[in-house]
């Protein structure tokens, strides 16, 4: 079973929709959580940590649940610009990172 | 803050040689830095740790005398990929973490390496 699981999509939504993507992750001691997105041929870029009381920063909302062990990125209005590929990050023993494969949004016009 | 480069963005060498790919933080001192490489429409896969001043710990199937990663100072790892061969041809991605400057469990990434090897 892989550490970090998500859901390949792509998800295809029109321009103003909102889009959800959960991230599941199998070890519970993981320690922190991050939600990065990735445009094709570029690096990945944070876009945000996951705190545990959750978090919101403009449109985009982070939520974790320890006891299911899932996160989750809720994109509000999404718009043209937010097509990208986005991946969910696991810290676990304070030096292991583990990446999802990733999801794919396309946002259309 | 937390910006992270590298260099060279891109490369194409013969088959047999050796490239050598540069990581820098920029704006703070990376106590950790690791090493990702990336074939198309794949995920990012882990090759190795490192930690300044100590040997880096490779990846289960990752050659350490293939892949040759150096961390001599706080903000500057090396990563070595000998006698290329084609199949290395990849992008090649590094990323920082560190205390002051950058938050501590937050990876920064490098722009990345296209290595193309003929």
């Known amino acids: 079973r892989k550490e970090v699981e998500q859901d390949p999509g792509p998800f295809n939504v029109p321009e103003g929709a909102t889009v959800a993507f959960n991230c599941t992750y199998s070890?519970?001691?993981?320690?922190?959580f991050f939600w990065y997105r990735q445009d094709c041929r570029k690096e990945p870029k944070l876009l945000m940590s996951v705190y545990s009381s959750g978090n919101e920063d403009g449109r985009f909302t982070a939520q974790l649940n320890r006891a299911s062990q899932y996160i989750s990125l809720l994109i509000r209005d999404s718009k043209l610009s937010d097509s990208a590929t986005y991946l969910c990050v696991v810290l676990y023993n304070f030096n292991k990172f583990y990446f999802g494969s990733g999801t794919k949004l396309n946002v259309k016009p | 803050g937390a910006v992270v480069s590298q260099h060279p963005s891109w490369v194409i060498c013969k088959s047999g040689t050796s490239v050598k790919i540069e990581c820098r933080s920029l704006d703070f001192q990376a106590t950790t830095m690791f090493w990702y490489r990336q074939f198309p429409k794949q995920s990012l896969m882990l090759m190795a740790t490192s930690n300044e001043g100590s040997k880096a710990t490779y990846e289960q199937g990752v050659e350490k005398d293939k892949f040759l990663i150096n961390h001599a100072s706080l903000t500057l790892s090396t990563l070595t990929v000998t006698s290329a061969h084609p199949e290395d041809s990849s992008f090649y991605i590094c990323?920082?973490?560190?205390?002051?400057?950058?938050?501590?469990?937050?990876?920064?990434f490098g722009p990345g390496t296209r290595l193309t090897v003929l």
């Open positions: 070890n519970s001691a993981s320690q922190s």
């Open positions: 990323s920082a973490r560190g205390g002051s400057g950058g938050g501590y469990n937050e990876q920064f």
